[in-house]
């Protein structure tokens, strides 16, 4: 395996405070290169927007795996193999941003006149996809993730996008193991300061 950079080690530890950063579809030179981080999985794969496939390697034996995109595909899904389990599943980190930057801009000022649309946790489509968007107002947080059955509660899994302009956190996910996605359950956990200890903060239910 080649030398990796130190942001892939904070993936791997679980303390990345910007894992879209990273995670997800970036441009490489001329490639289209996917990062997944799915600790337990033997072997993952991109599925391209057309159904072509590419092997991702196994760049960390935690579970880390990259590779390009086929014929350079910018929507894309894995499928990754646990145990005797195949899976598809979409990649978290290949979505937008849930909430628009007018969004943030009203948030900010504290003039959103829909809040309990915003924050929280509630079913969407993005991208064409039905999942659900997790978001929460967490200024002086370090890190915060997303945790539930679906992941097995590591945080390392589903780190949220940090939104810089208000001390919003967020991510849309699609939980493999949730076929009703509108009763699938997160509680949010966050890392208030580089020295201290990761904290429960609140439970969602989404409905």
Not at 2 to 11: G, N, R, S, V
Not at 97 to 126: C, M, N, W
Not at 172 to 197: E, K, T, W
Request: glycine letters at 10%; charged letters at 20%.
């Amino acid at each position: 395996m080649t030398k990796l950079p130190a942001e892939a080690y904070a993936i791997i530890e679980g303390r990345h405070s910007d894992p879209f950063h990273y995670l997800g579809l970036h441009t490489e030179g001329d490639r289209h290169v996917v990062r997944a981080f799915l600790p337990e999985a033997s072997n993952v794969e991109a599925i391209g927007e057309h159904g072509e496939t590419a092997p991702l390697a196994r760049i960390h034996a935690s579970g880390l795996f990259a590779g390009a995109l086929p014929n350079g595909s910018k929507r894309y899904q894995l499928r990754a193999r646990f145990g005797e389990n195949v899976v598809e599943l979409d990649d978290p980190y290949r979505f937008p941003p849930v909430l628009s930057d007018f969004d943030l801009y009203l948030l900010g000022e504290g003039t959103h006149q829909r809040i309990y649309d915003k924050l929280g946790a509630h079913p969407i489509t993005l991208d064409g996809v039905d999942g659900v968007a997790f978001v929460v107002l967490a200024p002086n947080a370090r890190r915060v993730s997303v945790v539930g059955d679906f992941n097995e509660w590591d945080g390392r899994r589903h780190p949220m996008r940090r939104r810089f302009e208000a001390g919003i956190w967020e991510i849309f996910l699609v939980p493999m193991d949730c076929p009703n996605i509108a009763l699938c359950p997160g509680i949010l956990r966050y890392q208030p300061s580089l020295f201290a200890n990761y904290q429960w903060i609140h439970f969602y239910s989404v409905g």
